[in-house]
T-cell receptor, first 112, second 111 residues
Framework: EAGVAQSPRYKIIEKRQSVAFWCNPI?????LYWYQQILGQGPKLLIQ????????DSQLPKDRFSAERLKGVDSTLKIQPAKLEDSAVYLC??????????FGPGTRLTVL | GIQVEQSPPDLILQEGANSTLRCNFS?????LQWFHQNPWGQLINLFY???GTKQNGRLSATTVATERYSLLYISSSQTTDSGVYFC?????????????FGAGTQVVVTP
């Protein structure tokens, strides 16, 4: 069974530029999550989707971050405009009928 | 929100040694997972263990939900066990799937 796929793996941008990350969850998993992991810390949930609907986006900085999951499968997370403090690893996870979450390899973002 | 505390923050082991990592949490949970983050940043599922005891090879875990803690045991450690171990919990009243992570235990296994 294929795992969670993410791209790109690395991204370097200048501050105030925009960037987008893509995630493809495990086949059949209805729930998809985006996490932000700052160096030296545990991951922090940004947004949770159930199929194509948002369940929880309370920790998403909505003035600059947006996410969508249009057909209930793939998802895109966008940052516009990026700030220096957005430098982090962005992790996508998915879960099926049980609560266990499975994570992708992440996208390491550096904002200069 | 729920507090998740992991100890110790850092651990240096010689290959072949055994160790115990601890996760304390401040509220009732209906999901607890242990992850290993390898040096390349990949989070690997170790255990889904909201209660009880599980074993997988050299690793085992125990969660005592009524006393709000979980333990991860590493036996006969190998250099490939190096990395950061995270405990993550989902608080009972929260929405389904909202995992709160601890700060992690950094493990270094030396040859």
């Amino acid at each position: 069974e294929a795992g969670v796929a993410q791209s790109p793996r690395y991204k370097i941008i200048e501050k105030r530029q925009s960037v987008a990350f893509w995630c493809n969850p495990i086949s059949g998993h209805a729930t998809l999550y985006w996490y932000q992991q700052i160096l030296g810390q545990g991951p922090k949930l940004l947004i949770q989707f159930q199929n194509n609907g948002v369940v929880d986006d309370s920790q998403l900085p909505k003035d600059r971050f947006s996410a969508e999951r249009l057909k209930g499968v793939d998802s895109t997370l966008k940052i516009q405009p990026a700030k220096l403090e957005d430098s982090a690893v962005y992790l996508c996870a998915s879960s099926g009928g049980l609560r266990e979450q499975f994570f992708g390899p992440g996208t390491r973002l550096t904002v200069l | 929100g729920i507090q998740v505390e992991q100890s110790p923050p850092d651990l240096i082991l010689q290959e072949g040694a055994n160790s115990t990592l601890r996760c304390n949490f401040s509220d009732s949970v209906n999901n607890l997972q242990w992850f290993h983050q390898n040096p390349w940043g990949q989070l690997i599922n170790l255990f889904y263990i909201p209660s009880g005891t599980k074993q997988n090879g050299r690793l085992s875990a125990t969660t005592v939900a009524t006393e709000r803690y979980s333990l991860l045991y590493i036996s006969s450690s190998q250099t490939t066990d190096s990395g950061v171990y995270f405990c993550a919990v989902e608080r009972v009243p929260d929405s389904w799937g909202k995992l709160q992570f601890g700060a992690g235990t950094q493990v270094v296994v030396t040859p």
